[in-house]
Structures are given as C-alpha cells and as structure tokens.
C-alpha cells in the first residue's frame, strides 16, 4: 500500500510557475513508477508526465514538453511537478499516482495503483 498526498497548487497569472509535491508514504517508494495526471471541469483525466523508479526517465504528454518538468527524491518520498509558462487552459486539479507493473510511460491511467486527492491549480488570464 501506498498512501499519496499532493500540495503546492493554488491560483497563479497565465505565464506564471508552481511547483507541486507529492508525498509517499507506506511500502518502499523507490519500488513504484510515479505519475502526474489532471483533471479539468467537464473533460476526461489526462496524462501530464511520468517518472521511472530511480529518475532515470522521464515522459511528457506533448502539450507539456518544454513547459513542466517531473522529478523524484527517493530518499524524501517524494515526487515533483515543476509547471512553467502556465496558461488559463491550465487549469485543473493535478493528481499523483504510483506504479509498480512497469506500464507507467504508456501514460494510461488504470495502469496506476494507487492515487492521491489531488490539489487544484488554476491558472487566471
């Protein structure tokens, strides 16, 4: 069991930065793939980037490339999303996800076992 708990988003301007976390706790960190996805108003849950188990790769949607960066401390049980340059379209509540099948660069979402409450970001124009 892993328990998932996201921090870090709030409201920022268009062309503005956060930075969320995302803290692990439970069974060892370091044996789980990790992930970020979003969920904006009224749309499906879509991948944003993902991160292998030592850090060693990293995967983006394509809409994010250049703009938000995943990065992991094995030693804090932690995971992060640095997100730049945001835009209104943005806007959405931000989830961490943990996973262990070695499916995580696929970028689906039932490929994730365990998932944390996620925090929203909303990014104004």
């Known amino acids: 069991q892993v328990q998932l708990v996201e921090s870090g988003g709030g409201l920022v301007q268009a062309g503005g930065s956060l930075r969320l976390s995302c803290a692990a706790s439970?069974?060892?960190?370091?044996?789980?793939?990790m992930g970020w996805f979003r969920q904006a108003p009224g749309k499906e849950r879509e991948f944003v980037a993902a991160i292998s188990r030592s850090g060693d790769n990293t995967y983006y949607a394509e809409s994010m490339k250049g703009r938000f960066t995943i990065s992991r401390d094995n030693a804090k049980n932690r995971v992060y999303l640095q997100m730049n340059s945001l835009k209104p379209e943005d806007t959405a509540v931000y989830y961490c996800?943990?996973?262990?099948?070695?499916?995580?660069?696929?970028?689906?979402?039932?490929?994730?076992?365990?998932w944390g409450q996620g925090t929203q970001v909303t990014v104004s124009s």
């Open positions: 439970g069974s060892f960190f370091s044996n789980y793939a």
């Open positions: 996800a943990a996973e262990r099948g070695g499916y995580y660069y696929t970028g689906l979402d039932h490929k994730y076992d365990y």
